[in-house]
């Protein structure tokens, strides 16, 4: 089992709605959670970060950890087709330099 | 703003040939990673460094190399490419300050490799 899982859609969504992508990982070690969105033939960009648990908001974007499911989401309120990319989650334990990184769900919002 | 650069951003190159990736960060990071990204395979790390003349083997190290002689410099060495070497590539940098988002990973823009 890989230690982190991403279902890799694609998810296509009309403007405007709420959109939703998760993720969840085994090793309980983790404390270190991030999202990164990639366009296409771009290399990935930082979108949210948060230490432990928690939710963490930026504009539109809504980050939650869920350490006692091993469960993480971002929440992309208002969607826009700039938006679109593929989205990928990222986590790290205290020690040890590496991240470990989902495959990545591709977004699609259509105009 | 932290700045990751990467040589070129399209390489195309011969079956057998040494090819030199290199990567710049402006942050004074201490770390530094490349990674191969393939379709259905994700993110792979190939080599990483947390100091000057330091590395460490990835998950997949076969067939490359890595050398880092100034602090803000890291280059991936493919020493005879090949066809299956065909992929992006993608450098980052991160902080040693834990639990800071310094310490969360920053990419370059990344480059396409195509091995003829």
């Known amino acids: 089992q890989k230690e982190v899982e991403q279902d890799p859609g694609p998810l296509s969504v009309p403007e405007g709605a709420i959109v939703s992508l998760n993720c969840t990982y085994s090793?309980?070690?983790?404390?270190?959670f991030m999202w990164y969105r990639q366009y296409s033939r771009k290399g990935p960009e930082l979108l949210m970060y948060?230490?432990?648990?928690g939710n963490k908001e930026d504009g539109r974007f809504t980050a939650q950890v869920d350490k006692s499911s091993k469960y993480i989401s971002l929440f992309i309120r208002d969607s826009q087709p700039s938006d679109s990319a593929t989205y990928l989650c990222a986590m790290k334990a205290n020690s040890g330099y590496a991240l470990n990184f989902g495959k990545g769900t591709s977004l699609l919002v259509t105009p | 703003d932290v700045k990751v650069t990467q040589s070129s951003r399209y390489l195309v190159k011969r079956t057998g040939e040494k090819v030199f990736l290199e990567c710049v960060q402006d942050m004074d990071h201490e770390n530094m990673f490349w990674y191969r990204q393939d379709p259905g395979l994700g993110l792979r790390l190939i080599y990483f460094s947390y100091d000057v003349k330091m590395k460490e083997k990835g998950d997949i190290p076969e067939g490359y190399s890595v050398s880092r002689e100034k602090k803000e410099r890291f280059s991936l060495i493919l020493e005879s490419a090949s066809t299956n070497q065909t992929s992006m590539y993608l450098c980052?940098?991160?902080?040693?300050?834990?639990?800071?988002?310094?310490?969360?990973?920053?990419f370059g823009p990344g480059t396409r490799l195509l091995v003829l």
């Open positions: 980052a940098s991160s902080s040693e300050d834990r639990g800071d988002v310094r310490e969360t990973q920053y």
């Open positions: 948060t230490y432990s648990s």
């Open positions: 090793n309980s070690a983790f404390q270190y």
